[in-house]
């Protein structure tokens, strides 16, 4: 039986694709937003400051339910963004200074509160430690549900307010002077970006979780300039890396489903930035040598024209060897002249001569004129 087949067939399976494939989601449509803004770093400080959140829960109430641990996590991590926004915004710390303050105090904060809990005479907490780096494979029906209605309703807000976080993410100034409340909207979607990173936690963990905030919506820069277009490829990519991570995950044994999927959507930005079409490296590559080979092509036919205009007749040849002694690189000239007599530009006279034609000497006089013009414009 396939791997694919499998997702149909195998409960467990399919509870670990569908949670990820829900992380994925989430993840990367709200991610866009902190791309945007330049709050990558963002992710990575609400997951870790979240863990504190999630062990006082469990001291407080002794209960493991989802919801119950979730809730935690957002509140410790709400608190550290609203932190964090407190700092930079009345003091002179950096926003990245703030935010490493923030993950290193709320992360060794959680980690006493780990140990102690692990100290404590009862074994029901056990498998909190999950949370550091993630267990996908315990993912539950009800953990599924959970992460679906809680992602559902930060993607309806984000909806509602499309138009509020678009002008929040290009120009905030802008925004005041239309009287719109800047600081609420900054609020509500760094609250909603805290439910995507807390849903995530108990599938890749504190330490992965800000690669699936940022990878997706990096990937999905790569191939758009749109917002919408891009919160829905980021989407797209992040509920493909979570898919793909989980059933790889399952093909052999002792696999982690955490890294996997942060390996797939790794796959995904590598694959972007050599292969998207105006972004891509490979696509700048390409249009560099077109452009380059295009001005070479020029170059020649002008100073191919330059030569015809000291004789009488517009079309007397010219030995290719005077065009090398003008031409850098002089090695390529002999092929740009095939490629514009392939073009019907210039036509060769003997073996090493050649003369434009009519088309090249309008095409030469076009690039002379536009040349020209280009030079005396203020």
């Given at each position: 039986?396939?791997?694919?087949?499998?997702?149909?067939?195998?409960?467990?399976?399919?509870?670990?694709?569908?949670?990820?494939?829900?992380?994925?989601?989430?993840?990367?449509?709200?991610?866009?937003?902190?791309?945007?803004?330049?709050?990558?770093?963002?992710?990575?400080?609400?997951?870790?400051?979240?863990?504190?959140?999630?062990?006082l829960?469990?001291?407080?109430?002794?209960?493991?339910?989802?919801?119950?641990?979730?809730?935690?996590?957002?509140?410790?991590?709400?608190?550290?963004?609203?932190?964090?926004?407190?700092?930079?915004?009345?003091?002179?710390?950096?926003?990245?200074?703030?935010?490493?303050?923030?993950?290193?105090v709320?992360?060794?904060?959680?980690?006493?509160?780990?140990?102690?809990?692990?100290?404590?005479?009862?074994?029901?907490?056990?498998?909190?430690?999950?949370?550091?780096?993630?267990?996908?494979?315990?993912?539950?029906?009800r953990?599924?549900?959970?992460?679906?209605i809680?992602?559902?309703?930060?993607?309806?807000?984000?909806t509602?307010?499309?138009?509020?976080?678009?002008?929040?993410?290009?120009?905030?100034e802008?925004?005041?002077?239309?009287?719109?409340?800047?600081?609420?909207?900054?609020?509500?979607?760094t609250?909603?970006?805290?439910?995507?990173?807390?849903?995530?936690?108990?599938?890749?963990?504190?330490?992965?979780?800000?690669?699936?905030?940022?990878?997706?919506?990096?990937?999905?820069?790569?191939?758009?300039?749109?917002?919408?277009?891009?919160?829905?490829?980021?989407?797209?990519?992040?509920?493909?890396?979570?898919?793909?991570?989980?059933?790889?995950?399952?093909?052999?044994?002792?696999?982690?489903?955490?890294?996997?999927?942060?390996?797939?959507?790794?796959?995904l930005?590598?694959?972007?930035?050599?292969?998207?079409?105006?972004?891509?490296?490979?696509?700048?590559?390409?249009?560099a040598?077109?452009?380059?080979?295009?001005?070479?092509?020029?170059?020649?036919?002008?100073?191919?024209?330059?030569?015809?205009?000291?004789?009488?007749?517009?079309?007397?040849?010219?030995?290719?060897?005077?065009?090398?002694?003008?031409?850098?690189?002089?090695?390529?000239?002999?092929?740009?002249?095939?490629?514009?007599?392939?073009?019907?530009?210039?036509?060769?006279?003997?073996?090493?001569?050649?003369?434009?034609t009519?088309?090249?000497?309008?095409?030469?006089?076009?690039?002379?004129?536009?040349?020209?013009?280009?030079?005396?414009?203020?």
């Open positions: 039986m396939d791997l694919f087949s499998q997702l149909f067939t195998d409960y467990t399976l399919r509870t670990v694709a569908l949670g990820s494939a829900t992380l994925g989601v989430v993840s990367g449509a709200l991610g866009s937003y902190a791309l945007l803004r330049r709050q990558s770093l963002l992710g990575d400080a609400v997951s870790h400051a979240a863990l504190p959140g999630i062990a829960a469990f001291l407080l109430t002794g209960s493991k339910l989802p919801w119950v641990l979730i809730f935690g996590a957002a509140a410790a991590g709400w608190l550290a963004t609203i932190f964090v926004m407190t700092v930079t915004q009345t003091t002179r710390i950096t926003y990245d200074s703030a935010l490493g303050i923030t993950l290193s709320f992360f060794g904060f959680g980690l006493v509160l780990l140990t102690l809990i692990q100290k404590r005479p009862d074994a029901t907490q056990a498998g909190l430690d999950r949370f550091l780096f993630g267990q996908a494979a315990a993912l539950v029906a953990d599924v549900w959970t992460m679906g809680l992602g559902a309703a930060a993607l309806l807000l984000t509602l307010f499309w138009k509020e976080f678009k002008l929040l993410s290009f120009d905030p802008f925004g005041k002077t239309l009287g719109f409340p800047i600081r609420g909207l900054d609020v509500l979607l609250t909603l970006l805290v439910v995507a990173i807390v849903i995530g936690l108990q599938t890749v963990g504190v330490v992965l979780m800000s690669a699936m905030i940022i990878a997706p919506a990096a990937a999905a820069r790569q191939w758009t300039d749109r917002l919408g277009l891009m919160v829905a490829l980021s989407a797209l990519f992040g509920a493909l890396a979570g898919v793909s991570g989980a059933v790889l995950s399952s093909s052999a044994a002792n696999l982690p489903t955490g890294p996997m999927i942060v390996l797939c959507v790794s796959v930005v590598i694959v972007s930035l050599f292969l998207a079409p105006n972004r891509g490296l490979f696509g700048r590559w390409l249009r040598w077109r452009n380059s080979r295009r001005l070479r092509l020029e170059a020649v036919l002008l100073d191919l024209y330059a030569l015809s205009a000291q004789h009488d007749a517009p079309d007397h040849p010219h030995d290719e060897s005077v065009l090398e002694m003008m031409s850098t690189p002089s090695g390529k000239v002999h092929h740009s002249l095939e490629v514009l007599a392939e073009r019907g530009l210039v036509r060769r006279v003997d073996e090493r001569k050649w003369a434009l009519e088309d090249g000497r309008a095409r030469a006089e076009t690039l002379a004129r536009t040349r020209g013009e280009s030079r005396t414009a203020p």
